[in-house]
């Protein structure tokens, strides 16, 4: 019989062979990247891109004591965050987190007080006490802020795996998510700048994975480290508290509807069983509650109880003369102003129509998601980049319509377009409204999409996967080829090392050490005069 098979096999035609050769070329792409070796290469990947950004991006010179200069930085605020960190680094171990007073002169790097995100600012100030201490020179100073916030990167890409895997999807569509995530250059150049954004959105993954391990299994375990690790993550950056409650809310209701309540134990005789079984982690995690806790009851909760808001207005703790030095209260005040100044002289401007304006919102983020842009950077993309960036996301929203049924088959893809759908939704209205009563875009950045990004890849491959199955396998003999192509190109357009260099090509991207050691056609830049090395 195995003779027969093999003659048979033998005088097989050329384009059977061919054939048969390209309808097994997915399978043996997912093979292949279900092998761990695929998955830490790419973490490496990630690291050395990371390490990379983080030593030639062009960085702000600030201080603790209130010189905040926006000219000089290419990261997002990052001009902020480092002189915020540098004040809290600046100030007596023993002082604590809680700010009690500060110098009208120090409103320029922000509303300090109350502000609620400012554990991330506190955490990083012992990072930099002891190369202030040593009398390191300043860049040392930032490069080794990037350099942690690229390992809360890594980490960031780690928990996505775990987070795709709980939900039932299989290793290939984890990593390749992962993938895709390295190659977006906005994740990459924002866990190499100095903002909480990085440790907010890996904390937020952390939530929607305990958040899916409930979904998946109820426990009281796994509800009580979500909620631990959705307080963490508001501390580090207070616009997630809603979407922290919605990921956890929908879990809970979905794996109860599934489970019932029957499925869990007694708060306290599941307490007790944790401690007996895992002593040490559970009273780790205890201590993290409390703690926690007490954290957002002095910020979040005072700041509700008086101020009426998470995130008090400056002017309701200083006066408006002081609040003018903070750069946004400044820019907003000066926004809310004119378009009240226009309203009541009947010049106030039209309201946009809904379908022009979701194009404009989703052409900005979706080229600031793949293409650096700092606040005053112009676009500069290339007509037939931006023409095949339409193409693929028009493709995208097609599929995705088409094959929406396979988005609904699981109770955890249920739950990831929940999160991932009322994030995307809220976004858009937030910057719809910003618009309506500021007249400007503000916020307008892909960055804000990162949070739930991962999830939006996975639903996109979920949804390819199929589309494909379902296709005859002459459809797909024809496709495989084309699609493959296709995807290359993107990855040759749009993947953050050439997505990067093939724009940033001007002084302005680098620092001093990194005109000097990169090449010119990396950088686009030939032999220049630099000014004096403050930025070596």
């Given at each position: 019989?195995?003779?027969?098979?093999?003659?048979?096999?033998?005088?097989?035609?050329?384009?059977?062979?061919?054939?048969?050769?390209?309808?097994?070329?997915?399978?043996?792409?997912?093979?292949?990247?279900?092998?761990?070796?695929?998955?830490?290469?790419?973490?490496?990947?990630?690291?050395?891109?990371?390490?990379l950004?983080?030593?030639?991006?062009?960085?702000?010179?600030?201080?603790?004591?209130?010189?905040?200069?926006?000219?000089?930085?290419?990261?997002?605020?990052?001009?902020r965050?480092?002189?915020?960190?540098?004040?809290?680094?600046?100030?007596?171990?023993?002082a604590?987190?809680?700010?009690?007073?500060?110098?009208?002169?120090?409103?320029?790097?922000?509303?300090?007080?109350?502000?609620?995100?400012?554990?991330?600012?506190?955490?990083?100030?012992?990072?930099?006490?002891?190369?202030i201490d040593?009398?390191?020179?300043?860049?040392?100073?930032?490069?080794?802020?990037?350099?942690v916030?690229?390992?809360?990167?890594?980490?960031?890409?780690?928990?996505?795996r775990?987070l795709?895997?709980?939900?039932?999807?299989?290793?290939a569509?984890?990593?390749?998510?992962?993938?895709?995530?390295?190659?977006?250059?906005?994740?990459?150049?924002?866990?190499?700048?100095?903002?909480?954004d990085?440790?907010?959105?890996?904390?937020?993954?952390?939530?929607?994975?305990?958040?899916?391990?409930?979904?998946?299994?109820?426990?009281?375990?796994?509800?009580?480290?979500?909620?631990?690790?959705?307080?963490?993550?508001?501390?580090?950056?207070?616009?997630?508290?809603?979407?922290?409650?919605?990921?956890?809310?929908?879990?809970?209701?979905?794996?109860?509807?599934?489970?019932g309540?029957?499925?869990?134990?007694?708060?306290?005789?599941?307490?007790?069983?944790?401690?007996?079984?895992?002593?040490?982690?559970?009273?780790?995690?205890?201590?993290?509650?409390?703690?926690?806790?007490?954290?957002?009851?002095?910020?979040?909760?005072?700041?509700?109880?008086?101020?009426?808001?998470?995130?008090?207005?400056?002017?309701?703790?200083?006066?408006?003369a002081?609040?003018?030095?903070?750069?946004?209260?400044?820019?907003?005040?000066?926004?809310?102003?004119?378009?009240?100044?226009a309203?009541?002289?009947?010049?106030?401007?039209?309201?946009?129509?809904?379908?022009e304006?979701?194009?404009?919102?989703?052409?900005?983020?979706?080229?600031?998601?793949?293409?650096?842009?700092?606040?005053?950077?112009?676009?500069?993309?290339?007509?037939?980049?931006?023409?095949?960036?339409?193409?693929?996301?028009?493709?995208a929203?097609v599929?995705?319509?088409?094959?929406?049924?396979?988005?609904?088959?699981?109770?955890?893809?249920?739950?990831?377009?929940?999160?991932?759908?009322?994030?995307?939704?809220?976004?858009?209205?937030?910057?719809?409204?910003?618009?309506?009563?500021?007249?400007?875009?503000?916020?307008?950045?892909?960055?804000?999409?990162l949070?739930?990004l991962?999830?939006?890849?996975?639903?996109?491959?979920?949804?390819?996967?199929?589309?494909?199955?379902?296709?005859?396998?002459?459809?797909?003999?024809?496709?495989?080829v084309?699609?493959?192509?296709?995807?290359?190109?993107?990855?040759?357009?749009?993947?953050?090392?050439?997505?990067?260099?093939?724009?940033?090509?001007?002084?302005?991207?680098?620092?001093?050490?990194?005109?000097?050691?990169?090449?010119?056609?990396?950088?686009?830049?030939?032999?220049?005069?630099?000014?004096?090395?403050?930025?070596?």
């Open positions: 019989m195995q003779r027969l098979r093999g003659a048979h096999a033998a005088r097989r035609r050329p384009s059977e062979v061919v054939r048969d050769a390209l309808l097994e070329t997915p399978g043996r792409l997912g093979a292949l990247l279900a092998r761990p070796w695929v998955f830490w290469t790419a973490i490496g990947v990630f690291v050395v891109l990371g390490v950004f983080a030593v030639i991006l062009k960085y702000p010179v600030v201080d603790g004591d209130g010189h905040v200069p926006y000219p000089g930085t290419i990261a997002p605020d990052e001009h965050h480092i002189a915020n960190i540098l004040y809290y680094a600046q100030r007596p171990v023993t604590g987190p809680v700010l009690h007073h500060i110098a009208p002169s120090d409103l320029a790097m922000g509303e300090m007080l109350r502000f609620p995100s400012y554990v991330y600012y506190y955490v990083m100030s012992f990072a930099v006490k002891p190369i040593l009398g390191l020179p300043y860049s040392y100073i930032v490069v080794a802020l990037r350099l916030n690229v390992v809360v990167g890594a980490i960031g890409l780690i928990v996505t775990r795709l895997r709980t939900m039932g999807l299989s290793e569509v984890a990593v390749l998510t992962v993938i895709m995530l390295i190659g977006t250059g906005r994740y990459v150049w924002q866990s190499s700048a100095v903002s909480y990085a440790p907010s959105m890996t904390l937020f993954l952390c939530t929607l994975l305990y958040s899916a391990r409930f979904l998946r299994e109820p426990s009281w375990g796994s509800l009580a480290k979500a909620v631990v690790l959705s307080g963490w993550t508001v501390l580090f950056k207070y616009t997630f508290i809603p979407f922290a409650v919605v990921a956890i809310v929908v879990a809970v209701v979905l794996g109860l509807r599934r489970h309540w029957h499925s869990l134990s007694t708060p306290l005789r599941g307490f007790v069983d944790a401690v007996r079984t895992r002593a040490v982690r559970t009273a780790l995690w205890s201590v993290s509650f409390v703690l926690v806790t007490a954290l957002v009851v002095e910020r979040l909760g005072v700041n509700l109880v008086t101020y009426r808001a998470f995130n008090p207005d400056c002017s309701a703790l200083h006066t408006h002081q609040c003018m030095r903070f750069s946004i209260y400044a820019r907003n005040f000066q926004a809310t102003r004119s378009h009240e100044l309203q009541a002289n009947g010049q106030s401007s039209s309201v946009p129509d809904l379908l304006f979701a194009g404009r919102w989703a052409t900005t983020y979706f080229q600031s998601v793949f293409f650096y842009r700092d606040r005053n950077s112009t676009w500069s993309v290339q007509p037939a980049v931006i023409v095949l960036g339409a193409l693929v996301v028009v493709a929203v599929l995705t319509s088409a094959m929406v049924r396979s988005l609904f088959r699981t109770r955890a893809l249920v739950w990831a377009v929940a999160v991932a759908g009322v994030y995307t939704v809220a976004m858009f209205v937030f910057n719809l409204r910003t618009l309506l009563t500021l007249d400007n875009e503000y916020a307008f950045s892909g960055r804000y999409m949070p739930v991962p999830l939006v890849y996975a639903l996109l491959i979920v949804a390819a996967l199929g589309a494909w199955r379902r296709l005859r396998n002459r459809w797909r003999t024809v496709l495989v084309p699609v493959l192509l296709l995807g290359l190109v993107v990855v040759l357009l749009f993947s953050t090392p050439f997505a990067f260099f093939t724009y940033a090509n001007s002084p302005d991207w680098y620092t001093n050490s990194a005109l000097d050691l990169l090449p010119h056609w990396m950088t686009g830049v030939d032999d220049v005069v630099v000014p004096s090395a403050v930025q070596q």
